[in-house]
Structures are given as structure tokens and as C-alpha cells.
């Protein structure tokens, strides 16, 4: 118990009170994001399912998941170009805002064409308005949640450096209070389903998404320098710039992972896995539960089950940090824990069951766990590697572009995939009346595919062939990069305590203008300089310590 508390305070204190204080607001306001995020999104998924034809719902799903899908490749690669230009939480919170305004429009559209709130034990009023509205508004939220999914996996770094330990527990934080939110909000969107209608259960969703654009703007400006070489172009130049950068975003991620042994493998651990787990919740589910127990609300209990392991692999990755010191080991595992999937199409559930729904959501929680776990380190892993490997772009961040990349690359995974698979299952479902035949090929074949694969690629870092590998490439990840989170520390009151490194350089600057003053070439500017600079480490400290404050 003694040895425990110590390392919960060594943890405490490994991070900064600065720190400590932008990962809290971060949090809290990622979770009001997921509750959100999942109202929305589970909303969205049962309202096509219901209002699509039978004969070609899930073709038309996955259509418009793969539309959604590839509008957040857009949003995700602006993204890049966008953080060189803005602080990283000023990018995320006007995102989530845009977000959360496109969300609000459909519940304009179905109240204005006669849609009403469901009344208890009777059935769902929907508008007048044609069903294939949904594209044009699932599409244009599909540009905004590709700018929040991948800016949540950029600014870890930009909060505590470079350190892959800071940054794993960081990382596995956030994802325990992120499944936390999830698995709430998915079983809560099904009970908001079931009593509203699923064309106003997400009525929570402009809130909660104008309560994180709050809170994400209370996090510092994190160092941010902004850069001014595009200030005088004109609104057009700037567009033609921006889809510029799009494709130089691409270029550069695409080109980083190709070129190095020590990229080249994650789009197959990375890309790959979370292909299988979104198509796991957002594709398994909803056939599941529309062709299988039909109820379409039933989709987000499998969702929720799957948010449970996300959670528990989030934990398990935080309480291991030290002892499981790269990605390759819970890759492996999530490898191993995606062949679960074959219970799934040997599973006869009773319909309308909502005692067997929970069964099947938790045969759903380890193999997310799995990925969870995996993610939680990959990404870590990828910070800390490409924290090192940055170099000077005004345009392109080297972290951006390849998180662009990656999650581009799943999102053509998806966006391709999910139209085809959705087509069989539906020509499946209308020649023979039982979707479990397609689900023998959708879970078990394609997933130990899946399984293969990711499990081959965990083989290619050098020094990968080990049961728990200390290092991959003999470079140890572990302590801050040079330059990162050392400059600055904690502002207390009236003092500031500085690194050494910036008071010489302060002293330095404060010597070259004293020279100039002993030659007599001295301006006035510089007479207001010299006398402001003093020499001791204290009066550097609080000088320091008042310009922060005002850029703050």
C-alpha cells in the first residue's frame, strides 16, 4: 500500500501544475464531447436503419457512414496546416461548436416539417422530410468530427512534451474518462431512443457540444507561437492555400511512413485495427441489432459493451505503463482478441431481447479491450517518435501530417468496405430471411483476416521479436525532448521558476546590450532594455514571469 502511494505521488508529480491543470479541463471537456458525440452518432445510425428501405438499408448505411467517413478525411487533414496557424485548443474548441451547430439543423428540419417527440408507449412521428437529407447534414458533421478526432490525438503533445511515459499515462487518462463518457452515453442514447424517438434523442447533443467548446477554450495557449507569412493573402489565396496544404499534408505523411522501417508499419497496426473496431460498433452493431433482435435502439447496448472494454483496456494500459514499455505486446493481443468474433454468428438471441442484447454487448467488451489498449500505446508511441523527428515547417506539423495519414488511410478502408458489405448483407437478408449467414462472413472471415494482419505487422520493427520488447530501434523514447516542457515551469504568485538553460540565455542577451552601452552606440529602446534586465536569476524569473501573463 506504502509502495503504491508513493508511485501514485511520483506520477502526481511527474507533471507540472500547469499540466495538471490543462489535462484536467481537457478531460472533463472530452467527456461532455462523447456523451455528445454518442447521442449523435447512435441517433443518426437508427434513424437511417428505420427510415431506409428494408431491401437496401444497410447498403444505404454504409453509404452514408462511408460518406461521413471520407468528409472527415477532409477535416482531418486541415487540420495540419491549421495548428501551425492557431493554438491547438482554439482549433478544437471552434470545431466542436461548428460540430454541434450542424447537429442542431436536422432537429430544425424534422421539427419543421411536422415531426414531434415521441409519446411514452406509442410510435415515432417523423417529418415530412425525405430520408436522404440525411447525406448532405451527415456529411457536412463529418468535415467537423474529423478535425475533433484527429486534433484529441495531436495535443497530448502539445501538453505534456515529448516524454512517451507522460505521454502514455496521459493518453490511457484520457481514455478511461473518454470510455467512461462513452459507455454512459451509448446506453443512455438507447433509453433516449426508446422514450423520444431516434429523431430527437439527440436533442442533448448542441449542449454538451457547446460545454467542451467552453471548457477547451480555458486551456492555456500551450507555448503557441503564431506564424504571420500568410496574413496579407487575400480570403481566395488563402483557400487555394489551404487545399494546398491539404494535399501537402497527405504528401508528407504518406512520405515520412514510407521512408523509414519505423513508420512503415503503422498503417497496418494502426489504420487496420481501428478500422476493425469501428466497424465492429458502427457496422456489426447495427445489423445486429436491427436483423437480429429488431430493434434497431438495441445497437448502442452492443456499442456501450464495446465502450466497457475500451475502458478496461484504457486501465490496464495506465496501471502497466512501466512494465509493458511499447506498443507490440497489447497489438498482439488485440490481434488474438478480434477472433472473439466468431461467437457472434453462432449466437441465436431471442428478438426483442433486450436481457440477451447485454449478453452479446459484453462478448463485444474484451475485444475492444484489446484495441484499446493497443491504440492507447500506438499513439503514445507515435507522439513521442515524431516529438523527435520534427522539424521546421510553417506550414505542416511532421505529428499532424502522419496522424492525417493514418487516419485517412482508415477512413478509405472504411468508406470502400462498408457500401460492399452492407449490399451483401442486404441481398443476403432478402433471399433468405436470416442475416447469421452474412454475419459468418462479415465477423468471423473478415475479422481473422484482420487478425493476421495486424498481427504480422507487429514483426517488422526492429527488435519486435521479443514477448516484450524494451525498446523498438534501440531508441529509447522515455524523458522530454530537448527544448520541450524545460523551458517553463510552474507560475506561483509573484515568482517563476525557471529552467538554468533560460536565464543564461537571458543574461547573454542583457551582456551584448551592456557591450553596446560601454561603446556609446546605445538607442533609446536598448536604454529602456538595460535597465529593465537584471542580472540574478530571481529578477529574470519575474520578468519572465510578467510577459506569460501577458500573452495569456
Same mark, same amino acid.
Given at each position: 500500500?506504502?509502495?503504491?502511494?508513493?508511485?501514485?505521488?511520483?506520477?502526481?508529480?511527474?507533471?507540472?501544475?500547469?499540466?495538471?491543470?490543462?489535462?484536467?479541463?481537457?478531460?472533463?471537456?472530452?467527456?461532455?464531447?462523447?456523451?455528445?458525440?454518442?447521442?449523435?452518432?447512435?441517433?443518426?445510425?437508427?434513424?437511417?436503419?428505420?427510415?431506409?428501405?428494408?431491401?437496401?438499408?444497410?447498403?444505404?448505411?454504409? &453509404?452514408?457512414?462511408?460518406?461521413?467517413?471520407?468528409?472527415?478525411? &477532409?477535416?482531418?487533414?486541415?487540420?495540419?496546416?491549421?495548428?501551425?496557424?492557431?493554438?491547438?485548443?482554439?482549433?478544437?474548441?471552434?470545431?466542436?461548436?461548428?460540430?454541434?451547430?450542424?447537429?442542431?439543423?436536422?432537429?430544425?428540419?424534422?421539427?419543421?416539417?411536422?415531426?414531434?417527440?415521441?409519446?411514452?408507449?406509442?410510435?415515432?412521428?417523423?417529418?415530412?422530410?425525405?430520408?436522404?437529407?440525411?447525406?448532405?447534414?451527415?456529411?457536412?458533421? /463529418?468535415?467537423?468530427?474529423?478535425?475533433?478526432?484527429?486534433?484529441?490525438?495531436?495535443?497530448?503533445?502539445?501538453?505534456?512534451?515529448?516524454?512517451?511515459?507522460?505521454?502514455?499515462?496521459?493518453?490511457?487518462?484520457?481514455?478511461?474518462?473518454?470510455?467512461?463518457?462513452?459507455?454512459?452515453?451509448?446506453?443512455?442514447?438507447?433509453? +433516449?431512443?426508446?422514450?423520444?424517438?431516434?429523431?430527437?434523442?439527440?436533442?442533448?447533443?448542441?449542449?454538451?457540444?457547446?460545454?467542451?467548446?467552453?471548457?477547451?477554450?480555458?486551456?492555456?495557449?500551450?507555448?503557441?507561437?503564431?506564424?504571420?507569412?500568410?496574413?496579407?493573402?487575400?480570403?481566395?489565396?488563402?483557400?487555394?492555400?489551404?487545399?494546398?496544404?491539404?494535399?501537402?499534408?497527405?504528401?508528407?505523411?504518406?512520405?515520412?511512413?514510407?521512408?523509414?522501417?519505423?513508420?512503415?508499419?503503422?498503417?497496418?497496426?494502426?489504420? &487496420?485495427?481501428?478500422?476493425?473496431?469501428?466497424?465492429?460498433?458502427?457496422?456489426?452493431?447495427?445489423?445486429?441489432?436491427?436483423?437480429?433482435?429488431?430493434?434497431?435502439?438495441?445497437?448502442?447496448?452492443?456499442?456501450?459493451?464495446?465502450?466497457?472494454?475500451?475502458?478496461?483496456?484504457?486501465?490496464?494500459?495506465?496501471?502497466?505503463?512501466?512494465?509493458?514499455?511499447?506498443?507490440?505486446?497489447?497489438?498482439?493481443?488485440?490481434?488474438?482478441?478480434? +477472433?472473439?468474433?466468431?461467437?457472434?454468428?453462432?449466437?441465436?438471441?431471442?428478438?426483442?431481447?433486450?436481457?440477451?442484447?447485454?449478453?452479446?454487448?459484453?462478448?463485444?467488451?474484451?475485444?475492444?479491450?484489446?484495441?484499446?489498449?493497443?491504440?492507447?500505446?500506438?499513439?503514445?508511441?507515435?507522439?513521442?517518435?515524431?516529438?523527435?523527428?520534427?522539424?521546421?515547417? $510553417?506550414?505542416?506539423?511532421?505529428?499532424?501530417?502522419?496522424?492525417?495519414?493514418?487516419?485517412?488511410?482508415?477512413?478509405?478502408?472504411?468508406?470502400?468496405?462498408?457500401?460492399?458489405?452492407?449490399?451483401?448483407?442486404?441481398?443476403?437478408?432478402?433471399?433468405?430471411?436470416?442475416?447469421?449467414?452474412?454475419?459468418?462472413?462479415?465477423?468471423?472471415?473478415?475479422?481473422?483476416?484482420?487478425?493476421?494482419?495486424?498481427?504480422?505487422?507487429?514483426?517488422?520493427?526492429?527488435?519486435?521479436?521479443?514477448?516484450?520488447?524494451?525498446?523498438?530501434?534501440?531508441?529509447?523514447?522515455?524523458?522530454?525532448?530537448?527544448?520541450?516542457?524545460?523551458?517553463?515551469?510552474?507560475?506561483?504568485?509573484?515568482?517563476?521558476?525557471?529552467?538554468?538553460?533560460?536565464?543564461?540565455?537571458?543574461?547573454?542577451?542583457?551582456?551584448?546590450?551592456?557591450?553596446?552601452?560601454?561603446? /556609446?552606440?546605445?538607442?533609446? $529602446?536598448?536604454?529602456?532594455?538595460?535597465?529593465?534586465?537584471?542580472?540574478?536569476?530571481?529578477?529574470?524569473?519575474?520578468?519572465?514571469?510578467?510577459?506569460?501573463?501577458?500573452?495569456?
Amino acid at each position: 500500500m506504502v509502495r503504491l502511494v508513493a508511485e501514485s505521488k511520483a506520477i502526481w508529480n511527474a507533471y507540472s501544475a500547469m499540466e495538471r491543470r490543462n489535462i484536467a479541463i481537457y478531460v472533463v471537456g472530452i467527456m461532455f464531447y462523447k456523451l455528445g458525440l454518442e447521442a449523435f452518432n447512435g441517433s443518426i445510425v437508427t434513424l437511417a436503419t428505420d427510415r431506409f428501405k428494408a431491401t437496401n438499408a444497410f447498403e444505404k448505411l454504409g &453509404v452514408l457512414q462511408g460518406l461521413n467517413q471520407a468528409f472527415q478525411c &477532409v477535416g482531418a487533414i486541415l487540420i495540419a496546416p491549421l495548428i501551425k496557424r492557431w493554438p491547438t485548443r482554439t482549433v478544437l474548441a471552434v470545431a466542436v461548436s461548428i460540430f454541434g451547430i450542424l447537429t442542431a439543423v436536422l432537429l430544425i428540419v424534422d421539427a419543421s416539417t411536422g415531426g414531434k417527440i415521441k409519446v411514452p408507449g406509442g410510435k415515432v412521428t417523423y417529418g415530412s422530410w425525405n430520408p436522404n437529407a440525411l447525406f448532405p447534414i451527415y456529411c457536412s458533421t /463529418g468535415i467537423a468530427y474529423g478535425m475533433v478526432e484527429l486534433i484529441r490525438r495531436v495535443i497530448p503533445r502539445d501538453i505534456v512534451g515529448g516524454d512517451v511515459n507522460k505521454l502514455r499515462r496521459m493518453d490511457a487518462t484520457v481514455h478511461i474518462f473518454y470510455e467512461v463518457a462513452g459507455t454512459a452515453g451509448a446506453i443512455g442514447t438507447t433509453y +433516449l431512443v426508446l422514450r423520444f424517438g431516434n429523431n430527437y434523442s439527440f436533442i442533448v447533443t448542441p449542449i454538451f457540444f457547446t460545454i467542451a467548446c467552453c471548457l477547451w477554450l480555458c486551456i492555456s495557449p500551450l507555448g503557441f507561437k503564431r506564424q504571420l507569412e500568410d496574413e496579407d493573402k487575400s480570403y481566395l489565396q488563402q483557400v487555394s492555400l489551404g487545399a494546398f496544404h491539404f494535399c501537402q499534408s497527405l504528401y508528407k505523411g504518406g512520405s515520412i511512413i514510407c521512408s523509414s522501417r519505423k513508420f512503415f508499419w503503422l498503417p497496418f497496426g494502426y489504420s &487496420v485495427a481501428l478500422y476493425g473496431h469501428r466497424f465492429l460498433e458502427s457496422g456489426l452493431g447495427p445489423i445486429i441489432a436491427r436483423r437480429v433482435f429488431d430493434v434497431s435502439a438495441y445497437s448502442q447496448i452492443l456499442v456501450g459493451g464495446s465502450n466497457l472494454g475500451e475502458l478496461i483496456g484504457a486501465v490496464i494500459v495506465f496501471v502497466l505503463n512501466d512494465m509493458v514499455p511499447t506498443p507490440l505486446p497489447w497489438l498482439r493481443a488485440d490481434a488474438l482478441l478480434l +477472433l472473439i468474433t466468431w461467437v457472434i454468428p453462432f449466437y441465436k438471441p431471442r428478438k426483442h431481447s433486450l436481457a440477451d442484447a447485454w449478453k452479446l454487448a459484453f462478448i463485444f467488451t474484451p475485444i475492444s479491450l484489446g484495441w484499446a489498449a493497443g491504440d492507447v500505446s500506438l499513439a503514445a508511441y507515435i507522439q513521442a517518435c515524431l516529438a523527435r523527428e520534427e522539424k521546421a515547417d $510553417p506550414n505542416v506539423s511532421a505529428l499532424g501530417a502522419v496522424m492525417a495519414f493514418l487516419y485517412s488511410t482508415y477512413i478509405v478502408i472504411y468508406a470502400i468496405s462498408q457500401p460492399l458489405l452492407g449490399r451483401y448483407v442486404d441481398r443476403v437478408w432478402t433471399e433468405k430471411k436470416d442475416v447469421h449467414p452474412a454475419l459468418m462472413n462479415i465477423a468471423g472471415v473478415q475479422f481473422t483476416i484482420l487478425s493476421a494482419v495486424l498481427l504480422l505487422s507487429t514483426f517488422v520493427p526492429r527488435g519486435a521479436f521479443s514477448l516484450n520488447p524494451k525498446l523498438l530501434f534501440g531508441q529509447d523514447l522515455t524523458g522530454d525532448i530537448e527544448g520541450t516542457n524545460d523551458k517553463m515551469k510552474d507560475i506561483e504568485g509573484e515568482g517563476l521558476e525557471m529552467s538554468d538553460d533560460i536565464a543564461i540565455e537571458k543574461q547573454k542577451k542583457a551582456q551584448i546590450i551592456s557591450d553596446s552601452h560601454k561603446d /556609446g552606440n546605445l538607442s533609446r $529602446p536598448e536604454q529602456t532594455e538595460i535597465r529593465r534586465i537584471s542580472f540574478t536569476e530571481d529578477d529574470v524569473a519575474v520578468d519572465l514571469a510578467d510577459a506569460v501573463k501577458g500573452r495569456n
